[in-house]
């Protein structure tokens, strides 16, 4: 090594410095505590499909063997299940990949990129490690405005991050509103529609974005299996994207992003339709539940499409989100703090087993006479 004290140190690049680190959520209780219910990362409390597990076990005995670095018997299964083009279909390392390599093909220094208000985190941190300027855009009631996003364009706008439905809201925007939306971006501007909650929306207005895309140049919808496939942990996300965007992606993705227990994981998920109805129907029967029962409480609760909630506390004890925080670790169920999503006194709760969902509104009914 030579003289530290005078050598120069390898230096981020502008705004690597700048980013506030993304904090995922926990994953410990506190000690002591026999059962444990993470419901802090949005995971499918069923876990993955059977068959996935199996066919993933099946593949880990053959992973001397590099994957298909096209993922395409995958890409074959999610463009079958979607009646989507083959082509158009992207596989990566959970959709945050994608995510973050749009942000570096189409941002450069002096770029901005839009983002809302309370708009899921990983956006802002992308728009930043590509040197870009972050542009939030505000909400209007915790969900996302169109017209203040079309107001945020600038000449230097080149991309604009929606999550639809929101991660930590829960709320979305009908599909005439997305349309609205991409109608009033420049054509050089590429809307990026992050679907990940899409599985679990019962509502006639709501639309992924499919039929979007088909027809622009100019917009990408990313899905994933980490939600209602149960398979955070393979990391297997999907885009559909018109066939130049395809092109640069393909170019600076990693060879082998998808790897090959993922791939053999996410064909099988794919095929298991039972699993995906089980899980939506569980969900879409203990959201109304915990809606009604947590508002009973008194706490006010965003409306929610997707597999989460999130649980305001009283503005009068700007502390009690933390203190509910902790009152409910101490009893096996962690939730998640989203003071970072622009929300100090408000706790983001998945929607569990049975037996979660019970024990959280019995407990903050607890909690709330303390
Ligand atoms: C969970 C989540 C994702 C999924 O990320 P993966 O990398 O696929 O696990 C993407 N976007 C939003 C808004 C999410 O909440």
Known sequence: MNDASAAPRPRPNPGIMDI??????????????????????????????????????????????????????????????????????????????????????????????????????????????????????????????????LAAVTARTRIVFLANPNNPTGTYLPFEEIRRLHAGLPSNVLLVIDAAYAEYVRRNDYAAGIELVAGAENAVMTRTFSKVHGLGGARIGWAYVPPHVAQALERVRDPFNVNAMAIEAGIAAMGDRAHVERSVAHNNHWLGWLTGELSQLGLRVTPSVGNFLLIHFPEAKPDSAAAADEFLAARGYILRRVSSYGFPNALRMTIGTEAANRGVAAALAEFLKG
């Open 20 to 149: 506030e680190a993304y904090v995922p959520g926990k994953s410990h209780g506190s000690a002591g505590v026999a059962t444990v219910y993470k419901l802090s990362s949005n995971e499918n409390p069923f876990g993955a499909s059977p068959a996935a597990i199996e066919a993933a076990t099946a593949a880990a005995a053959r992973m001397e063997f590099y994957p298909d670095g096209a993922a395409m018997r995958l890409r074959r299964a999610i463009a079958e299940a979607h009646g989507l083009n083959v082509a158009n279909i992207m596989c990566f390392n959970g959709s945050d990949e994608v995510l973050s390599l749009l942000a570096r093909i189409y941002l450069t220094p002096g770029d901005e990129g839009i983002y809302t208000e309370h708009g899921f985190l990983a956006y802002k941190i992308y728009i930043q490690a590509s040197g870009a300027t972050p542009v939030m855009a505000r909400e209007t009631e915790e969900r996302a405005d169109v017209d203040a996003i």
